[in-house]
């Protein structure tokens, strides 16, 4: 068998073997499990599952089903609001001095009085030009929030005792239907809960990295100006490469053959495991798991999550990921030599060249350290 199909038989294997299902779905709990339980049959399999009746006993469910009890909560409150023209925030935008090409684009943050933020995520659509989400992570629930601290559980009690520590961050999330979140992967064991709202969840295992096509893209910041109501993309520098996801799940009509085309690794592979999570719901995601999350807003328009992140063992199974990873997979090697040709993005190796028209870059990879993340993200 050749590398390629070796890769692609691992593929079917950890659905076979590791998930237990050739299904596009995961594990339901209809209660919370033990720490053992948890423990053994998710956290060391690197296995999620949804967890279900989960947070009803949080106040949160029943006082953050209006915005009464948030406002006066958090009346004095400065959040940090992120504000994009498209809903993508850390995600790829178009390049902007050479719109054909892809950049990394970041979200502009505005420190906003809570009240005004709430008021912006509601009147977000694309009439008015920006799409604000709140989305700070850095545990900002328990800093920027902290007027809500006594309305959720400090911890997740059985996943604190299975995993032997406390959380490092707990984060807070409030948007609409418009903010999206691209594939990426986190170095953390996610417990994520959903008060009000739905969230949509894509998850592809660790396994299937060669399906993400991780290629390292030129860093960008959107500015925002409240004077002209206009956004203005620019490249950070010194030059910054973040190595992230290429495949839109959804792409567009007009994008749909051109994107399977370059992408069959994932369009043509092993479909991935669809999760939605309602109110009262917790998702295990388990570290390294790629995932892309789009969101249902309650009848007020918005849609409200917690997470909390604990940190990953970096033990064998991370080990066997990279060395997964540096294996290279016959058709993303000519993927990356038509985007050189272009003079677009590099591999996802831990340093690039610079490709222009004229010829490489010889001083790009002393002068451009690209992070190690290799997807990763502060995201979700």
């Not at 947070?55 to 953050?64: K, N």
Request: hydrophobic share 35%; charged share 20%; net charge negative.
């Amino acid at each position: 068998m050749n590398p390629e199909g070796r890769i692609e038989k691992l593929w079917e294997e950890v659905r076979e073997l590791g998930l237990g299902t050739n299904a596009a779905q995961i594990e339901r709990l209809n209660s919370p499990p033990t720490p053992l339980e948890f423990l053994r049959h998710f956290v060391s399999q690197n296995k999620p599952c949804l967890i279900s009746n989960a947070t009803h006993h949080w106040p949160a469910t029943s006082l953050w089903s209006s915005d009464t009890h948030l406002l006066e909560s958090l009346s004095s409150a400065i959040v940090s609001l992120h504000l994009t023209p498209t809903g993508r925030a850390d995600s790829l935008a178009p390049h902007p001095s050479h719109p054909s090409s892809l950049c990394f684009a970041s979200a502009h943050v505005d420190p906003t009085p809570f009240p005004l933020a709430l008021r912006s995520i509601y009147s977000s659509n694309f009439d008015s030009k920006f799409v604000a989400y709140a989305q700070q992570q850095n545990d900002c629930f328990r800093s920027e929030y902290s007027g809500l601290a006594g309305d959720c559980e400090a911890h997740v009690d059985w996943a604190t005792e299975a995993l032997g520590c406390f959380p490092e961050a707990v984060n807070l999330w409030i948007g609409n239907e418009l903010s999206v979140t691209s594939f990426h992967k986190d170095h953390y064991e996610n417990l994520y809960a959903v008060i009000t709202g739905e969230k949509h969840f894509l998850l592809v295992p660790p396994t299937d990295v060669h399906r993400m096509y991780i290629h390292n893209y030129p860093a960008a910041q959107y500015s925002y100006s409240k004077d002209s109501g206009e956004f203005k993309l620019e490249l950070e520098d010194p030059v910054r490469y973040v190595p992230w996801c290429s495949v839109d799940p959804y792409p567009s009509p007009e994008n749909r053959d051109m994107d399977r085309s370059k992408f069959p690794l994932y369009f043509d592979g092993p479909k991935p495991f669809e999760v939605t999570v309602k109110a009262g719901d917790i998702l295990y995601l388990p570290s390294m798991w790629f995932h892309h999350v789009r969101q249902s807003p309650d009848s007020r328009g918005r849609t409200i999550a917690i997470n909390y992140w604990y940190d990953m063992q970096f033990d064998i199974k991370y080990a066997y990921f990279n060395f997964l990873q540096s294996i290279p997979h016959p058709s993303i090697s000519s993927h990356d030599l038509v985007l050189h040709e272009n003079g677009s993005v590099g591999s996802s190796a831990d340093t690039c060249i610079c490709i222009s028209g004229e010829g490489p870059d010889t001083n790009a990879e002393e002068r451009i350290k690209v992070p190690d993340n290799n997807g990763d993200s502060d995201e979700k």
